[in-house]
């Protein structure tokens, strides 16, 4: 059936319509009884709803999930008063839990796919309901240090004899040399970044001479993506879904790099040169 206000396909014996709240008895027929329709707050997405109390189910027109009308009136008495003694009604506070958590399962799966747009969307509906979600804040600090440590572009280089890896991240210019240690540049105090035969130099402050890196690729594209992010033009960022194995390195091996090498490398199989650049990537 439709409703002969809006034209909205509307369940069978829909006594109004879930789209403008036109009563559907209202239209065109006077002789059914008009439908009184009441706040309520749907116990899916927790989408502001008016409905008809003589209903016993509807779907909510937000999220498309089957609610039972009772309770999305009492999700939204309970919502706006705190009251607990409705007469005649049952208050499911579990289906609110499984609510929260059902939101919240869907930030984690949106994380582990790396839509942390997505993710960050769920995870702040969780917060909205719960500030003190533990789960939830966890996955927007982890988010926002993803974004914060996000590189992108990286190309292998060398500072006199010591080998790394060059990373432009998020205002940054930074050498990873091959122990793991990170020399952090300010990319907006870097001034004169040019290339010369096979390397890269700028001027910085509170050095005392030119700072230079050998280049082991591209040179003019990592300088050409350097004085774009000093306008703020970066890259577009894509996250890739990481693997368990990258998981369980990040989480065990941080600071432990011949240790995560030997690691990957048992799990994986491959030769020494592959793992360590497997493990320069995931760390």
């Known amino acids: 059936m439709f409703c002969m206000q809006c034209g909205t396909q509307l ?22 009884e008009k439908t009184k329709l009441v706040p309520a707050k749907c116990t899916s997405c927790g989408a502001q709803l008016e409905v008809d109390s003589t209903q016993q189910a509807a779907i909510c027109p937000y999220c498309n999930s089957a609610y039972i009308v009772e309770q999305a009136i009492n999700n939204f008495q309970v919502n706006m008063s705190g009251n607990m003694n409705i007469s005649n009604a049952t208050i499911n506070v ?28 769920y995870y702040n509906r969780v ?110 960022m894509c996250f ?4 368990d194995l990258e998981e369980h390195i990040i989480k065990n091996y941080q600071g432990q790099k011949v240790e995560a090498i030997k690691y990957y490398r048992e799990r994986t199989g491959v030769d020494l040169l592959t793992a360590k650049n497997a493990v320069d990537k995931i760390l």
């Open 127 to 236: 917060l909205d309901e719960d500030i003190t979600h533990y789960g939830a804040k966890q996955g927007v600090a982890y988010i926002e240090n993803e974004i914060e440590n996000y590189v992108y572009y990286q190309i292998a280089g060398n500072k006199v004899f010591t080998s790394g890896m060059l990373m432009l991240k998020k205002g940054k210019f930074v050498f990873r040399d091959n122990k793991g240690k990170e020399t952090v540049y300010d990319l907006m105090l870097m001034k004169d970044i040019k290339k010369s035969m096979g390397t890269m130099s700028f001027v910085y402050p509170g050095k005392f001479s030119e700072q230079s890196f050998g280049v082991q690729g591209n040179v003019q594209m990592l300088i050409d993506y350097m004085l774009q992010a000093q306008r703020g033009i970066y890259p577009e």
């Open 94 to 121: 579990v289906n609110s839990n499984t609510n929260l958590e059902n939101l919240f399962a869907r930030a984690e799966e949106y994380k582990k796919q790396g839509n942390y747009a997505a993710a960050l969307e």
């Open 240 to 243: 890739r879904p990481k693997s």
């Open 11 to 32: 369940p069978d014996g829909a006594r109004f319509c879930m789209s403008c709240g036109t009563s559907l008895g209202s239209v065109g027929n006077t002789d059914v």
